[in-house]
């Protein structure tokens, strides 16, 4: 799976949108973008993912620029409640290994009331 | 629908015993994937299972490491022998087919060992 860079912490102004990056230049033609969060001592939450076209969900908005070097997590009105780390994750779509899950540091998003 | 469930949710081991983590993975899931966290690190794949069945088991250790789903029953992550490296967070994943988009993660149990 492809390597991913995220800063690691980054502050939100509760109800302002909250832009989350994410590079991963080596990203092979066949590889997802996943993100998932973890609120302090839970289990990771899936949140979406997409291949090439933007995504939207209730969650959040997934921006992949044309050449899918990188990625933004948009959450639109993020909320105290949002705070957590938020992991960027490639991961191939089918045969070996395309089960695994490989997290990296991720970033701290704090929602400042 | 009840989630995935873990427990114990904190365990408590002294050097040189041994530690079980169990997993029931949520209804209609029969693949269950187990994850480890180091302090301050993401998770990191260990191993995955189906019924009866280890897939791949190629993040263990290759020591004192074991899990086992069977038929009946929740999964079982077994260490033996615990070290003081092996404290970390045991998260465990289920669903109902291996490239199914969502693994829907349970709550985790805290292993301490002192």
């Known amino acids: 799976d492809a390597k991913t860079t995220q800063p690691t912490s980054m502050d939100c102004a509760e109800g302002r949108a909250a832009n989350l990056p994410c590079n991963h230049s080596?990203?092979?033609?066949?590889?997802?973008v996943y993100w998932y969060r973890q609120i302090h001592s839970q289990g990771p939450q899936y949140i979406i993912h997409?291949?090439?076209n933007n995504e939207t969900n209730e969650m959040a908005s997934l921006i992949i620029t044309e050449d899918r070097k990188s990625s933004t997590l948009i959450l639109p009105h993020a909320t105290l409640r949002d705070t957590a780390v938020y992991y960027c994750i490639v991961r191939v779509d089918s045969g070996a290994g395309s089960y695994q899950l490989t997290f990296g540091k991720g970033t701290k998003l704090s929602v400042i009331p | 629908n009840a989630g995935v469930m873990q427990n114990p949710r904190h365990l408590v081991r002294r050097r040189g015993q041994e530690a079980r983590l169990r997993c029931s993975p949520m209804k209609g899931h029969s693949h269950v994937y187990w994850y480890r966290q180091l302090p301050e690190e993401g998770l990191k794949f260990m191993v995955y299972l189906q019924k009866e069945n280890i897939i791949d088991e190629s993040g263990m250790p290759k020591e004192r490491f074991s899990a086992e789903f069977p038929k009946e029953g929740p999964s079982i992550l077994r260490i033996q022998q615990v070290v003081r490296g092996d404290s970390a967070a045991y998260f465990c994943?289920?669903?109902?087919?291996?490239?199914?988009?969502?693994?829907?993660f349970g709550p985790g149990t805290r292993l301490t060992v002192t």
């Open positions: 994943a289920s669903s109902p087919s291996p490239t199914t988009y969502e693994q829907y």
């Open positions: 080596t990203i092979s033609g066949n590889e997802y």
């Open positions: 997409g291949l090439k």
